[in-house]
C-alpha cells in the first residue's frame, strides 16, 4: 500500500463522503475508518464501498489511547484525516461535557497518539483536521467575511470545543513540528446527512406535513457548501496542503435561513407533485436559539488562488439533487427516525 490513512468520523455524515471518495480514488491506500458509532454514525452511509479490499472499518472512540496507539501501530498509519466529533450545536447547549470530551480531549488523544509514532520521523506524515466556520464567531447582517486570520470568538458550547481542538493541533505544530493541516469550512447539505440538522429534517417534515420550526424570523444567515465539494477540497489540502497552514472552505454561497427554507418548501412541493405554495403554512417561528450568531460568511479565496479549488455545483442545484436523494432514499430516512438502525447496532454490536 501506497499510504495509510485513518480517517476517524467516517460514519458520520460528511467523514462518509471522505471515505468513499479516497476508497474509490485511491485503490492503492489502505483507508482505516475509526468511528464510535455514536447516534450520529450509521454504517448503512458507507454500505457501497464497505467490501472493497483497501478499506477497514474499527469500532472506537478517540478517546482511548490504547486503541489509537494500536492502530497506528498495526496499520502503520502515515495520514489523519480527523472528522469525529459532536457536531450539533443545539444539543452542545444541553450537554456541554461530551462535546468537551470528544472534540476536545479526544482531538489531544489522537495528537498524543501521532506524536508517539512519528515524533523524529515527520517526513511525509500529516495529521488534518477538520472544523467549522463557526469558531470565527458572528459577523454584522452585511459586509465582512471570515478569512483565515480572522481571531477566533467562538459563542456555543459546540464552537467553543472546535476552536479549543483547532488550537491544540496548531500548538503540536508549533511546539513538536508535527506536520498539521487545520481547515475551516462552512455549513455543508447533501446526501446522508443525520436529520436533526435542517436541510434533511425539513426535507422530512415536509414530506410528513409536519411543522417546520424556524429560529427567530428566520433572519441568520449561513454559507452553504455541498458536501462532495468539501470532500474535495479535502483530498487537494490532505494531498497539496503545506503542513502548518490553515485554510478556509467555502462556497461564496449566504442564504438566510428563512430564503432556504421557503427554497426547500418550494423544491419539495414541486417534486412531489404538490400546488405551487402548498407547504408554506408548515413554516412556524419559534424563540431564537441562545447565542445564535446572525451572519456566518467565508472567504475561502486563499484556497482558490493556491490550491485551484473551486466548488462544482451551484446551489439550487445542489438543493435539487439534495431534496430528490433524501425523497429517493426514505428508507435510509425511515431506518434512522423509526429506530430501526438502532436495533441493526444491537444485533451486530450490542448497542451503543
Ligand atoms: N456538518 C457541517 O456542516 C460541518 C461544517 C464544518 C465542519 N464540520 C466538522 O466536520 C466534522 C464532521 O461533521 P459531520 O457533520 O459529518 O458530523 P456527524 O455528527 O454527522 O458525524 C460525526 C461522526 O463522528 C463519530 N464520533 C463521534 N464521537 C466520536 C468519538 N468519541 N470517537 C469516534 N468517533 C466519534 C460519530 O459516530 C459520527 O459518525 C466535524 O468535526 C464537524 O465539526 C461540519
Redesign the pocket.
Known amino acids: 500500500m501506497k499510504r495509510s490513512i485513518l480517517i476517524?468520523?467516517?460514519?458520520?455524515?460528511?467523514?462518509s463522503h471522505v471515505v468513499r471518495l479516497f476508497v474509490r480514488k485511491y485503490p492503492d491506500y489502505r483507508i482505516v475508518n475509526?468511528?464510535?458509532?455514536?447516534y450520529?454514525?450509521n454504517l448503512a452511509n458507507l454500505s457501497d464501498i464497505e467490501q472493497a479490499p483497501n478499506y477497514t472499518f474499527v469500532r472506537?472512540?478517540?478517546?482511548d489511547l490504547e486503541l489509537m496507539r494500536e492502530l497506528f501501530r498495526r496499520y502503520a498509519i502515515d495520514g489523519v484525516i480527523h472528522?469525529?466529533?459532536?457536531?450539533?450545536v443545539d444539543r452542545s447547549i444541553h450537554d456541554p461535557f461530551t462535546f468537551a470530551r470528544?472534540n476536545v480531549m479526544?482531538t489531544l488523544t489522537l495528537l498524543q497518539a501521532a506524536r508517539e509514532a512519528w515524533e523524529n520521523a515527520w517526513e511525509g506524515k500529516l495529521f488534518y483536521h477538520?472544523?467549522?466556520?463557526e469558531v470565527y464567531g458572528a459577523l454584522p447582517a452585511s459586509g465582512g467575511l471570515f478569512s483565515e486570520t480572522t481571531r477566533y470568538d467562538p459563542h456555543s458550547p459546540y464552537s467553543a470545543s472546535?476552536a479549543s481542538s483547532d488550537h491544540f493541533v496548531r500548538a503540536c505544530h508549533d511546539t513538536y513540528g508535527m506536520p498539521t493541516v487545520v481547515t475551516n469550512?462552512?455549513?455543508?447539505y447533501g446526501p446522508y446527512?443525520?436529520p436533526e440538522?435542517l436541510i434533511p429534517l425539513f426535507i422530512n417534515n415536509i414530506r410528513h406535513r409536519r411543522p417546520l420550526p424556524v429560529y427567530g424570523r428566520g433572519e441568520n444567515v449561513r454559507d452553504w457548501l455541498y458536501v462532495e465539494d468539501h470532500a474535495r477540497a479535502i483530498d487537494l489540502i490532505f494531498h497539496r496542503g503545506h503542513p502548518g497552514e490553515t485554510y478556509n472552505i467555502g462556497g461564496f454561497n449566504e442564504w438566510r435561513n428563512i430564503d432556504l427554507v421557503r427554497l426547500l418548501v418550494r423544491t419539495v412541493d414541486r417534486m412531489l407533485g404538490n400546488p405551487e405554495g402548498y407547504s408554506e403554512e408548515l413554516i412556524t417561528f419559534v424563540t431564537d436559539r441562545p447565542g445564535h450568531d446572525l451572519r456566518y460568511a467565508i472567504d475561502s479565496s486563499k484556497l482558490h488562488r493556491e490550491l485551484g479549488w473551486e466548488p462544482s455545483l451551484q446551489f439550487e442545484e445542489g438543493i435539487e439533487r439534495t431534496v430528490r436523494w433524501y425523497l429517493d432514499h426514505q428508507e435510509w430516512m425511515d431506518n434512522i427516525t423509526s429506530g430501526e438502525y438502532e436495533k441493526y447496532y444491537e444485533a451486530m454490536y450490542g448497542g451503543r
Open positions: 476517524t468520523g467516517g460514519a458520520g455524515f460528511i467523514g475509526l468511528d464510535k458509532l455514536t450520529a454514525g472506537g472512540d478517540i478517546c472528522l469525529a466529533a459532536e457536531s450539533h470528544t479526544g477538520i472544523s467549522t466556520d472546535k469550512c462552512s455549513n455543508n446527512q443525520f440538522k
